[in-house]
Every structure is written in structure tokens, then in C-alpha cells.
């Protein structure tokens, strides 16, 4: 039976955490290049995965350092803000499209972003305490995954809108230094403890 209070409070949690993250920005630069339903399919089926895994290791990461995950995460983010940074700017202002739209080469483009970008990242080890904890994994998977999904649909679309009114190198930069802000905390947190 699933209940309606734990998946409500898991999606809170889930949404509130993840809304800032990497998601959104990748999901934002995705959806600017391609299709957002076909971005959605693969995103979605990426979240899918990774809510399972975390609902299924339950209690066991949360064993994991959490100085590991934040050392982790930090370095991600740096690097992430590096590639952003330090692209070369051919000069133009408008997003090429990809030769490739088909449905499968999309999706899966989103799916394998995702699949890696997410790997042991905070709402992951969120929704394997919360497992834990509350002892129902259908209503934190359920809330988990409603959660990643609404936060990757609004980054999708969020990225259609911005890019009519806002020129890529701007949006590009603005992400590298969230990410590079994102990267120097989690590392604080790494040392700090």
C-alpha cells in the first residue's frame, strides 16, 4: 500500500535537492538542442533506474564517507565548470542541431547523461536513506522519482523558453559558475567534514 504522506515528503525533499543540481542545467542545455519529449524519455528512464537502485541498496549507502561522496561531487562540478569555461566560442550565438534527432539517439543521449551525472550524487544517497528509514520502498521510490522527474521536466522546458531570450554563451557561463560554486562547497564539506 503506498502512502500518500511518505511519497509527498520524499518528492519535497527529492525536488528541493535536486533543483539546483546538475539536472536542471543539463537537462536546460539538452533541451535547448533536441526534442524535449525524446530528452524527457531518456532522462526519465535514467531517474527510473537510479531511484531503483537507490531504493534497493537502502540502508547500505548510506554506509558510503561522506567525505568520499563529497570529495567526489566536488571534483565533478570543477570539471563540469572547466569544460564550460574553457570552450572555445566559434563566434556564434545560435545552437547547431544535431544531424542525429531520431528518437532512440536522443533518448538515449539524455539516458547515458543521467546515468553517469547522477551516480551516488546527493538525492540518490537521499533516497536510500529515506528507504531506509521509513521502511516502504514503494512510497519513497514513487516520491523519489515524481521528484527528479518534475525537476528534469522543468529544466527541459525552462531551457526552450530561456533560449529565445537569453544568447547561449551567457547561459553557459552563468552554469560554469554555479557549478564552480557547487564544486568549491562540496569540497569544503569533503575537508570540513
Known sequence: MISITVTALVFGVVFLAELPDKT?????VL???YRASYVFAGVAAAFLLH??????AGSVLTLLPQRIVHA????????GAA???LKRDEGEEEIKKPADQSF???AGTGFMLILVAEFGDLTQIMTANLAARYDD????GLGAVLGLWAVAGLGIVGGKALMKRVPLRLIARIAALLMLGLGVWSLYEAIAG
Not at 531511484?51 to 534497493?56: C, E, K, P, T
Not at 567526489?72 to 570539471?79: Q, V
Not at 520502498?137 to 519513497?140: D, F, G, R, T
Open 104 to 106: 532512440w539517439k536522443v
Open 83 to 85: 569544460v564550460l569555461l
Open 31 to 33: 533541451g535547448t538542442r
Open 24 to 28: 536542471a542545467l543539463a537537462g536546460l
Open 137 to 140: 520502498p514503494l512510497s519513497v
Open 72 to 79: 567526489l561531487t566536488g571534483a565533478l562540478f570543477l570539471a
Open 51 to 56: 531511484v531503483v537502485l537507490a531504493v534497493a
